[in-house]
């Protein structure tokens, strides 16, 4: 059977990786074999594009030319890492995927929803997320909390691309994810994550039993 694919959405600081990593925990002691992946990145190539991208390096070339690096970033993911866990009965739990495109390179950058639909036709196809999570909190609550981590991580280094920018251009960009689950309710799910750790991973694990029908599984304490 074809596995689950799942993805975590949200602005800067939202806790992704945490939440993914809790995720992974929760659905092993469910039987479930889950792999997490990431975007932009997953697969040896797509690591490659992402330093040029996260460095900034593709942002003198504007938007559209960012929108087309991510999306050859994800082709490569997709057939190297994702179709074939999927394909294998795996799990996937990714940072990011179409919606990233969307909010940062759509609606901010904004690059036309034509061209960004047309790309998602010929690169996605039907490897569509089961479920897509957005980790949801205040711009400004995330934003400290990425640039405290990069900066103690990174031993003083300029933030990322995207982290570098204003809590103005943070803010569009949580309402960006808000109005993509809004249109979308049937596939995401808006999680609260400015919360205890161990409560946003209870209520991520609590969505993801009820969406994709993990029957006699509990959510954890």
């Keep these: 059977m074809r596995g ?3 993805t975590f959405e949200g602005g800067e600081g939202v806790g992704k ?10 659905l092993a002691g469910a039987g479930v074999d ?6 932009p990145g997953g697969s040896p190539h797509a690591e490659m594009l992402r330093e040029v991208l996260l460095s900034g390096g ?6 559209l030319a960012e929108t087309i690096l991510f999306n050859a970033a994800r082709d490569d993911h997709l057939e190297v890492t994702i179709r074939p866990a999927l394909a294998a009965g795996r799990w996937v739990l990714c940072d990011r995927f179409v919606d990233s495109t969307r909010a940062y ?4 950058g904004e690059v036309g929803p034509d061209i960004i639909r047309s790309m998602e036709r010929v690169i996605v196809g039907e490897t569509w997320p089961d479920l897509t999570v957005i980790l ?21 280094e300029a933030p990322d691309r995207f982290e570098g920018e204003s809590l103005d251009f943070h803010e569009r960009l949580r309402e960006a994810f808000l109005a993509i689950a809004d249109v979308e309710p049937d596939r995401c799910v808006v999680i609260d994550a400015d919360g205890r750790p161990d409560d946003v991973a209870a209520a991520v694990f609590a969505a993801v ?3 994709l029908g993990l029957a006699g599984t509990e959510v954890p304490a």
């Design 58 to 63: 593709a942002r003198q070339f504007g938007p």
């Design 105 to 108: 390179q759509g609606v901010l």
């Design 34 to 39: 889950a792999l997490i992946t990431r975007e």
């Design 17 to 26: 990786s945490t939440q993914i990593r809790r995720l992974a925990e929760n």
């Design 209 to 211: 039993r009820s969406r």
């Design 136 to 156: 949801d909190m205040p711009a400004a609550s995330g934003l400290a909390r990425a640039r405290a981590r990069n900066a103690a991580a990174n031993r003083g």
């Design 4 to 6: 689950r694919f799942i």
